[in-house]
């Protein structure tokens, strides 16, 4: 099993700056990505930007220029730092774990709530 559990959530006022992390525990293997999704009220979860062991990153386009993701490999633990942030980016941050062997197995911890509101 695998565990994902997020901080670093809060009130921060627009263009203001917050860095999440979330530490992975459990059965993890190298080859696992990890990744950042937001939900807003309302609205579908969303895919912000995904890791590998390698280092290697992808983000979705929407997403490029403000937010940063990064990984502890030795500490099984990924970081998101945004930047220059807006009311819109106001969300339910969500830390996901996704493994493939021969299926696809998605993990994701509880969320971690930003506002961004003067």
């Known amino acids: 099993q695998v565990q994902l559990v997020e901080s670093g959530g809060g009130l921060v006022q627009p263009g203001g700056s917050l860095k999440l992390s979330c530490t992975a525990s459990g059965n993890i293997f190298r080859s696992d990505t990890m990744g950042w999704y937001r939900q807003a009220p309302g609205q579908q979860r969303e895919l912000i930007a995904t890791?590998?062991?390698?280092?290697?990153?992808e983000y979705a386009d929407s997403m490029k220029g403000r937010f940063t993701i990064s990984k502890d490999n030795a500490n099984n633990t990924v970081y998101l730092q945004m930047n220059s942030l807006r009311p819109e980016d106001t969300a339910v941050y969500y830390c996901?774990?996704?493994?493939?062997?021969?299926?696809?197995?998605?993990?994701w911890g509880q969320g971690t709530r930003v506002t961004v509101s003067s």
């Open positions: 996901n774990l996704r493994r493939l062997v021969f299926l696809t197995y998605d993990y």
């Open positions: 890791i590998e062991s390698s280092g290697y990153r």
